[in-house]
C-alpha cells in the first residue's frame, strides 16, 4: 500500500486547493501515532482545524479516509476542560479516487467539513466555558491560599473529584501535647476549588475541629454578616459596623492620619460586643478595615477602654492582651512624642 500512500501525497496539494476555505499541507509532527505518522494532514489555519487523509490498506484496491480534527487544547485552559469528545466529522471512498482530486474535496465539502464546522461551533463555545471556569476557579483557589498555613493551590489528582479542580490543604498545631502525627487532635481542612461558567463552587472538609472552631465555620456559612460604612458630617473619620441579622457584632471607628510611614489611618478602637467575643470577630473587623484602605498604614495605641453601648459595658481585653493582640495581627512598634506605645499595621 506504499504506492498508494505516495499518490495520496502527491494528489494532496490539489486536493487542498479544490476544498471550500482556505486550506494547506502541515508537516506530520515527529512524535506523531502510527496512524498519522501516515498521513496527510490538510490544515486551516484560519480555525486552527485539520483534515486527516490516510489509507485503509486491509481494503481491497485501498480505502481513502478523511477524518476532521479540532484544535489542540489551549495553554491557558486544563485539558479536563471539555468533557465528552466532539465528533469533528468522518468520509471514505475508494482509493481509486486519488487520481481525480476535484472529486476528493467534493466529497469532503460536502460529507465532512459541514460536520467539523459545526463541531468547531461547539468547541469554541467550550474553549470559551473553560476559560471562564478557569478564572473563576483560580480567583477562587488564590484567594484561600492567602490564608495562614494553608498549602497550594494544586492540581487534584484524587478521584472523584475532576482533575481541573484545585486542592488546598492546612494542618493546625496539635490540640494536646503528647499527640502523634495524623491523629484525631490535629485539625485538618481539605478544600477543593470547582467552577461553573458563572461562579466558584468550594467544597470544604474538616476534621478533628474544636468546639469552639466549628462554631464559627458553621456561623459563617449558615449566618452571613454585613458590613456598613458611616462617614461622620462633622470630621473625618468613618465608623465600620458588622451585623448578624439585626445585632450589632463589632465596631470601628478610624480617620486618616499622617504616620510614620506616610499618608495613613488612625484607629481609636476596635470593640465586640461581648456575646460574640473569642469567636474571631474582631480580626474580621481588623481585615475590613485592611480591605477597604489597602494602601494606608494602620497606627494605634493598644489601650483598654469601655464602649459607649448599652450592654457593651465590659472592657473586654486588657492593655497587655491587646499589646499581644495586635502584634499578632502584625503590628510593629512606632513610638512617636505624642503616642510612645504606637504601633503600626502596614
Known amino acids: 500500500m506504499s504506492d498508494l500512500f505516495d499518490r495520496l501525497t502527491e494528489a494532496a496539494p490539489a486536493i487542498a486547493a479544490a476544498l471550500d476555505g482556505t486550506w494547506t499541507i502541515k508537516p506530520v509532527p515527529k512524535d506523531a501515532d502510527p496512524v498519522t505518522s501516515a498521513s496527510v494532514l490538510l490544515h486551516d489555519a484560519s480555525r486552527g482545524v485539520t483534515v486527516r487523509l490516510h489509507i485503509d490498506e486491509y481494503v481491497t484496491d485501498g480505502k481513502l479516509i478523511a477524518d476532521g480534527m479540532l484544535p489542540d487544547t489551549p495553554d491557558d485552559i486544563p485539558a479536563d476542560s471539555y468533557g465528552w469528545a466532539l465528533d469533528a466529522g468522518h468520509c471514505g471512498m475508494t482509493a481509486r479516487k486519488l487520481d481525480k482530486p476535484n472529486q476528493i474535496a467534493g466529497q469532503i465539502n460536502r460529507r465532512l467539513l459541514p460536520d467539523l464546522a459545526t463541531a468547531y461551533d461547539k468547541w469554541q463555545t467550550r474553549v470559551a466555558a473553560a476559560r471562564a471556569q ?4 483560580r480567583r477562587a483557589a488564590d484567594l484561600l491560599a492567602t490564608l495562614p498555613g494553608v498549602e497550594g493551590p494544586r492540581r487534584n489528582n484524587y478521584a472523584p473529584v475532576r482533575r481541573d479542580a484545585y486542592l488546598l490543604t492546612w494542618d ?16 485538618r481542612v481539605r478544600a477543593t476549588v470547582d467552577a461553573t461558567e458563572r461562579l466558584e463552587t468550594v467544597t470544604i472538609e474538616l476534621s478533628h475541629l474544636s468546639a469552639e472552631a466549628a462554631y464559627a465555620v458553621l456561623q459563617a456559612a449558615i449566618e452571613p454578616v454585613r458590613l456598613v460604612r458611616h462617614d461622620s458630617d462633622s470630621d473625618a473619620s468613618q465608623r465600620l459596623e458588622l451585623w448578624l441579622a439585626n445585632e450589632l457584632v463589632a465596631y470601628s471607628d478610624s480617620v486618616p492620619y499622617p504616620n510614620v510611614w506616610s499618608e495613613g489611618r488612625w484607629l481609636y478602637e476596635i470593640a465586640v460586643n461581648p456575646k460574640f ?4 470577630y474582631g480580626t474580621r473587623m481588623l481585615d475590613a478595615i485592611r480591605t477597604m ?8 495605641t493598644p489601650e483598654a477602654f469601655t464602649p459607649h453601648i448599652e450592654g457593651w459595658e465590659d472592657r473586654g481585653l486588657t492593655d497587655e ?10 503590628a510593629t512598634p512606632t513610638p512617636t512624642d505624642s503616642h510612645p506605645g504606637a504601633l503600626t499595621i502596614r
Open 172 to 187: 493546625g498545631d496539635p490540640r494536646v501535647p503528647d499527640a502523634y502525627p495524623g491523629s484525631r487532635y490535629e485539625p
Open 134 to 137: 478557569e478564572a473563576h476557579r
Open 277 to 280: 467575643r473569642g469567636l474571631g
Open 321 to 330: 492582651q491587646l499589646l499581644a493582640w495586635y502584634t499578632r495581627h502584625g
Open 293 to 300: 484602605w489597602p494602601d494606608e498604614p494602620l497606627s494605634l
